[in-house]
């Protein structure tokens, strides 16, 4: 492939952003096949040009939800090859996932980093040349969320060390031995960590199994 030369196709319902966008990318050595206002205008410029690479707003008329998403996704079906770059003003982290781990070619950008013209003119040089490119807003975003929903975010170094030798079949007294502090030490640990897990004694369940579960299911 000749990367001066990569054919893009463009869709934002935004004219002046679309529009500059076009201008820029080809005063950067761009070939700027066709613009679309909408999904539907993308789809048929896709079907008819078979761009290199697509830059698509998320959200898209007519009810600026995840049309533009969708549309992705259609052209990742009928067209693997062509790569994909997601625009969007805001941090998509679910609708944009399922896209982004199904391989090469593709990437995400918040709008307010396509202000910087080398680093988006990068961007598309790379993902055409089958790189993934992930807005750092979107990491620290999937990164927060994964700590909300890490059952285990609430213990200590310690805990965890205790928990972790719990899953290795270790008693207390093992986890003792193991750590270097006494019997009761461990039994203060194990009862936080119940605790902190939300793990209630009842008759029906093995609190230590469970805990140990909830540690498997973490890594």
């Known amino acids: 492939m000749d990367e001066s030369r990569v054919r893009l196709a463009l869709a934002d319902d935004d004219v002046l952003l679309r529009e500059g966008l076009a201008s820029l990318l080809e005063r950067s050595g761009f070939e700027v096949v066709g613009l679309a206002g909408d999904a539907a205008e993308l789809m048929v410029l896709v079907r008819e ?12 008329p007519p009810d ?26 805001h941090v998509e982290v679910e609708q944009a996932m399922e896209l982004l781990a199904g391989g090469q070619r593709v990437g995400y950008l918040l709008k307010n980093r396509v202000t910087e013209v080398a680093d988006l003119v ?4 790379r993902i055409a040349q089958g790189a993934s490119i992930v807005d750092p807003g979107l990491v620290q975003e999937l990164i927060a969320a994964r700590h909300r929903d890490d059952p285990l975010a609430l213990l200590t170094q310690r805990e965890r060390e205790v928990l972790a030798l719990m899953a290795e079949g270790r008693s207390n007294a093992g986890i003792a031995h193991r750590l270097w502090i006494t019997e009761g030490t461990v039994e203060k640990h ?30």
């Open 122 to 125: 990068d961007t598309v040089h």
């Open 49 to 60: 040009r078979q761009p290199e690479l697509v830059i698509v707003d998320i959200r898209m």
């Open 64 to 89: 600026h939800g995840t049309e533009g998403l969708d549309a992705a996704r259609v052209i990742r079906e009928e067209f693997p090859g062509i790569g994909i770059l997601l625009l969007s003003a």
């Open 190 to 219: 194990v009862r936080s960590i119940m605790t902190r897990l939300q793990l209630p004694e009842t008759e029906d369940d093995h609190r230590r199994v469970l805990a140990v579960i909830a540690f498997l299911d973490s890594r």
